[in-house]
Every structure is written in C-alpha cells, then in structure tokens.
C-alpha cells in the first residue's frame, strides 16, 4: 500500500495549487481519502475528506469555500485544489486512504503519504 503525494511548492497569498495523492497497492474504488495539514509546532490537522464513490465531501471550516477534494477512479487519485491560499494555509501536507469514514475523517488511519510542503508567502 502507498501514497505518493504531489504538488505542493510556494505560491504568494490569494494563488492557488494542485495537489494530488496517487494510490497503489489497494482498492481505490472502496477506499475513503482525505487530506491533513501540519504546520510547524502545531499538530496535524483536518483538511478535507471524499467517500469512496465521490458523493460524499468534508471540510474544515477553515478551508471551506476555498479548498475542493476530488478523486479520480480512473487514475487511482486524489485531489485538493487549493484557490485564495492565505499565509495560515503553509504546512505540509499529506493524504490518508481508508475504509472506515470516521477512521479517515479523524486521521487514525495507517495509511499516509509522505506529505508534500506548501508555503503561502509574499
């Protein structure tokens, strides 16, 4: 089983990024995703989460209107893009996978990726 995040990079306060999440090793179509941020000395945090067939969205209310999850079943990944990036988004960001929808939104899952860093700065 593995993640591979990507996308991240520096972007200035109002851009926007990509971020993608590839899946291997594992059902993608049975499986739920989400995405968590952790600034430095803060803890990992919530970011936005996607049933397995897509019908389903989570967010924090801080990205909320700003940040959209998607998936693809084709190509076994998942998105977040990312529009009116504020300097508060920086942090590293990384993707988890699983089956069990409240495992997933509360980070307990054992499936991560190795995170990818995005910096808002002017």
């Known amino acids: 089983i593995q993640l591979v995040a990507s996308g991240g990079g520096m972007v200035q306060p109002g851009g926007s990024l990509r971020l993608s999440c590839v899946g291997s090793?594992?059902?993608?179509?049975?499986?739920?995703m989400s995405w968590f941020r952790q600034a430095p000395g803060k803890e990992r945090e919530f970011v936005a989460a996607?049933?397995?067939?897509?019908?389903?969205?989570q967010y924090a209310a801080a990205v909320k209107e700003r940040f959209t999850i998607s998936r693809d079943s084709a190509t076994n990944t998942a998105f977040l893009q990312m529009n009116g990036l504020k300097p508060e988004d920086t942090a590293v960001y990384y993707c988890?996978?699983?089956?069990?929808?409240?495992?997933?939104?509360?980070?307990?899952?054992?499936?991560w990726g190795q995170g990818t860093q995005v910096t808002v700065s002017s």
């Open positions: 988890s996978a699983g089956i069990v929808w409240g495992t997933v939104v509360q980070g307990k899952s054992n499936t």
């Open positions: 090793g594992f059902s993608f179509i049975t499986t739920h």
């Open positions: 996607i049933y397995k067939d897509g019908g389903r969205t």
